[in-house]
């Protein structure tokens, strides 16, 4: 069973390029996280969100709690956004985990 | 800034040895993570830990696994008997709360079962 569902599963984009990832998730939660890694494996956690919309720098994230539903949008695209971009949403206690987004941004 | 970090970064063990992951998480968080991550798949849920004890467990957290805060720095993962199918980058992550604070991820332990 899938609880979470991520798409693009791979993406490639220009530099500049306006990004766009989407998470579906059927439990429910009391917040979302979107994490970053990198071909070296750690992880970043990028946003954590529990409603509405949140803003670092070029990455957007937006989430729905009624449609069950998550965006995490980079604008600008740069080189060094290229990654794997999770989608984890929470109970508090557990995090379930999408299969994530390969992202690589061509200069 | 303050980080959790994570010992060995890489572990190498025979088949059916025990082994002990470290984790030191961000001083003032009160909730505790460990994920797994075979590679090339997804990462995983383990173990929740708050209050010296195991908040939630997922299928995979058996009795061949189990959680510790030894000292109220360290946060240790141990698993017994290792098997061939262990071999994962394990994670450990930390919050301040749950539910509705950031967790913070440790750069991972690869561990190798040979």
């Known amino acids: 069973k899938n609880e979470v569902e991520q798409s693009p599963q791979n993406l490639t984009a220009q530099e500049g390029e306006f990004i766009t990832i989407n998470c579906s998730y059927s439990?429910?939660?009391?917040?979302l996280h979107w994490l970053q890694q990198h071909p070296g494996g750690g992880i970043v956690s990028l946003f954590m969100?529990?409603?509405g919309k949140k803003k670092h720098g070029r990455l957007i994230a937006t989430i729905n709690i009624q449609e069950k539903h998550s965006s995490l949008h980079i604008t600008a695209s740069h080189p060094r956004d290229s990654a794997v971009y999770i989608c984890?949403?929470?109970?508090?206690?557990?995090?379930?985990f999408g299969t994530g987004t390969s992202l690589t941004v061509i200069p | 800034e303050p980080e959790v970090t994570q010992t060995p970064s890489h572990q190498v063990t025979q088949m059916g040895q025990e082994v002990i992951l470290r984790c030191v998480p961000i001083?003032?968080?009160?909730?505790f993570y460990w994920y797994r991550q075979i590679l090339g798949q997804k990462v995983e849920f383990l173990v929740s830990?708050?209050?010296?004890?195991?908040?939630?467990k997922s299928e995979i957290f058996d009795d061949q696994f189990s959680v510790e805060r030894p000292d109220g720095s360290n946060f240790t993962l141990k698993i017994r008997s290792t098997k061939l199918e262990d071999s994962a980058m394990y994670f450990c992550?930390?919050?301040?709360?749950?539910?509705?604070?950031?967790?913070?991820f440790g750069q991972g332990t690869r561990l190798t079962v040979v």
């Open positions: 830990f708050y209050n010296n004890e195991i908040s939630e």
């Open positions: 001083s003032n968080h009160l909730y």
């Open positions: 992550a930390s919050s301040e709360m749950t539910g509705y604070t950031e967790a913070f």
């Open positions: 439990v429910g939660i009391s917040a």
């Open positions: 969100l529990s409603s």
């Open positions: 984890a949403p929470t109970t508090g206690n557990q995090f379930y």
